[in-house]
């Protein structure tokens, strides 16, 4: 059995049942439209969790089989490749996702222009191992053309982040 | 229809600026589509935060160009090295890399990027000739109609999910269209699930929902798997532009295979869920099939070559159709695609063939130059292009994730969005980890806000017997045909394997 995907469908499951149950607050118009999607959508997650748990008692009979004295020595298949994603790729999958978190924090406290560079610079030289000179450059160049583009030319104003106003109020700029 | 059909020409290539965004959307597809662990699917969601705010037809055209392109370079790494840069790329293989083996890359590749060009443009043409036909069909659509459309649509996202994992694919389409209801209830004005964040009163971002689900996922994996193809050759030493020609002239001498093999393409677009894989092995298939030397191919037949790169570069011509006329995707791609188009205010449906003609005939030109302009430009870089292959994942990764958090707070300005970003890329994460389809999570939510306003409109209309109406009747029989298809298809023994997209 998979587990992770029938992980996944439990928590499918509650989400589903956490927005019905909500649902049922709103006016009988309004509550309409998320039972007719969101019951089915309970009954899906369901039907998934009883298929994974059928497949389950069978890969355990087949298991069973295999390892019966009747079956004999069981067979060398030689070294099984490894999946694609699994626990020899999640110490390398959370530290993605630290990064992706710490860069969506760190603009929204700090906003684009600090943290553009900053998660750039740390990234490049760490996880991409590139030369210094390479990461600098790349990451100042690409933080200049983000103003450029951004700044100066679209006249967009990107998020400044909670805290460097602050800071840069309070060192009178 | 002739005066619209030229009319969009005419202000296609008279428009610097249209034109100026189609080489960029070229350039950058044709890049994107070499370079490893980018798809096009991530593309076309990074790319669609830059062109919010543009003119629509601006917009679109900039958009489906980069998708229509992208299959075009990515034969490149199957021909010269063996590796395919996807599914569709795969039937390439077979008989391209032998070629290059046998010192004839480049003819291979003249043969293999022509072969793409034609093909997209046959696949155009094919669109456009189904137009009149499907015309007085869609104009006699009412809001029951739509909404049975709708549901049409949603019952595809059976289709777009393949073997065991039918139930997976309804699941990610049923949060999809449960996230639609988020928002203002357009009958009692409820804010559903939104509370007091007045952000979430227009409903969940569609940009926010289409990064979180694609871009961010693909890149998380892109940074954990790297994506370097760096244990192969990186320069073929026998590459001549001489032998590139050759390629390009093999084109006249197979026209009919051309011909027929961008037809099939075309056709196999226009159904959704079976993606290019399906028609480049389709036409792989075929070109043996009708060959009088049979035995030639896997052993660098050009035929071989050739087929498959009109097929799946045919059927985005073939896909663009239920996308813009009945708001289904044809694909995966398309999928993410029809969001886009949502965003920059094209409303698939029969309106578009009513009120938005001439955009739907700038969008067929838009195909055909844009493969034109792809075509002229691989040819001569072709050789340095290939090269891309060799970037590592990882450098790309910081710079992907720049583009995603600008796209996603630039399409509403709103910071909390960078939050939801975060915590729908979770779940989207967790679907790729897991092996679940996420085109139908697309398909579900932009399907679910019309089917309700279509729902509510029809009901008000005619009560509950719009149900009995005579198109209607014929709409529920697809429906009930096409579930009944999938389930029988899901539930039969397996004897080959077409790939589904999802």
Redesign the interface.
């Known amino acids: 059995m ?1 587990n ?2 029938t992980w ?2 439990a ?2 499951l509650l ?2 049942s956490t ?1 019905v149950g ?2 049922m607050l ?2 009988v ?2 509550r309409f ?2 039972f007719v ?2 019951i ?2 309970i009954a ?2 369901l ?2 969790l009883g ?1 994974d748990a059928a497949r389950a008692n069978n890969g355990l009979l087949f298991r069973h089989f295999q390892t019966a004295p009747k079956a004999g020595k069981p067979v060398e298949d030689g070294p099984a490749e490894l999946p ?2 699994g626990r020899h ?1 999640a110490k ?2 959370l530290k ?2 630290a ?3 710490a ?2 924090a760190g ?2 406290v700090l906003g ?1 222009y600090i943290s ?1 560079p900053a ?2 610079i740390t ?2 030289r760490r ?2 191992a ?1 030369s210094w000179r390479t990461t600098l450059l790349l990451g100042i160049g ?1 933080t200049v053309v ?1 103003y450029l583009m ?1 700044g100066a030319l679209l006249q ?1 104003r ?2 400044s982040g909670f805290l460097t106003p602050l800071i840069l109020r309070g060192v009178g700029l | 229809m002739i005066d619209t059909m030229f009319g969009a020409l005419f202000g296609l290539v008279s428009s610097p600026h249209i034109m100026g965004l189609m080489l960029i959307a070229v350039i950058f597809g044709l890049l994107v589509g070499v370079t490893p662990g980018i798809g096009g699917k991530l593309s076309i969601a990074m790319a669609i935060p830059f062109v919010y705010g543009m003119d629509m037809v601006a917009g679109a055209v900039f958009l489906l160009t980069m998708h229509a392109v992208n299959g075009t370079s990515g034969q490149i790494s199957s021909i010269m090295f063996g590796i395919p840069g996807d599914g569709d790329d795969a039937a390439t293989t077979l008989d391209g890399y032998p070629l290059a083996k046998q010192g004839q890359a480049a003819r291979a590749l003249g043969a293999s990027i022509t072969a793409s060009g034609i093909g997209g443009i046959i696949g155009a043409v094919v669109f456009a000739v189904m137009i009149p036909i499907l015309e007085p069909i869609v104009l006699q659509f009412s809001p029951a109609e739509f909404f049975l459309i709708a549901l049409l649509g949603i019952s595809f996202i059976a289709f777009l999910s393949s073997g065991d994992k039918i139930v997976k694919g309804l699941i990610v389409g049923f949060w999809g269209l449960m996230l639609a209801t988020v928002g203002m209830d357009p009958q009692t004005g409820t804010p559903r699930y939104a509370g007091d964040m007045l952000f979430l009163w227009d409903g969940v971002s569609l940009v926010t929902a289409v990064l979180a689900l694609f871009a961010v996922p693909e890149m998380i994996a892109l940074g954990t798997k790297g994506g370097a193809i760096s244990a192969v050759p990186a320069e073929d030493k026998n590459f001549s532009y001489r032998q590139l020609l050759s390629g390009v002239m093999e084109l006249p001498r197979h026209w009919w295979l051309v011909i027929r093999t961008s037809i099939i393409g075309a056709v196999i677009g226009m159904i959704p869920g079976l993606g290019g894989s399906a028609a480049a092995w389709l036409c792989y298939g075929h070109a043996v099939q009708s060959s009088k030397t049979p035995e030639r191919f896997g052993k660098g037949a050009i035929e071989g070559v050739i087929a498959p790169e009109t097929a799946s570069n045919g059927k985005e011509g073939g896909s663009l159709l239920p996308t813009l006329f009945f708001g289904i995707p044809g694909s995966s791609g398309m999928a993410v695609l029809l969001g886009a188009f949502l965003i920059l205010g094209i409303q698939p449906g029969a309106f578009m063939m009513t009120d938005h003609l001439d955009v739907v005939w700038t969008l067929i030109w838009a195909l055909i130059v844009g493969n034109l302009i792809a075509v002229v430009i691989l040819l001569v870089v072709c050789r340095w292009v290939a090269l891309l292959t060799f970037v590592n994942g990882k450098m790309l990764v910081p710079f992907i994730l720049v583009f995603v958090a600008i796209g996603c707070f630039v399409s509403e300005f709103q910071w909390q969005n960078l939050v939801i970003l975060v915590l729908f890329s979770a779940i989207g994460y967790a679907f790729l980890r897991a092996g679940w389809p996420r085109a139908p999570f697309v398909i579900g939510l932009v399907l679910g806000g019309q089917a309700e306003a279509s729902l509510n409109q029809a009901l008000q209309l005619w009560g509950l017997s719009f149900f009995t109406r005579p198109l209607s009747l014929v709409l529920i029989a697809m429906i009930v045909a096409l579930m009944a298809f999938a389930l029988y298809r899901n539930l039969r023994p397996r004897r080959g394997h077409i790939h589904v997209e999802g």
């Open positions: 998979n992770f995907s996944l469908t928590v499918m989400i589903f927005m909500i649902a709103y006016p118009d309004a439209m998320p999607v969101g089915p959508g899906l997650c039907l998934q298929l694609e994603f790729t390398r999958e993605m996702w990064y992706v978190v860069f969506i603009v929204l684009f553009v998660m750039l990234f490049l996880e991409a590139a690409a983000l951004f967009i990107l998020h």
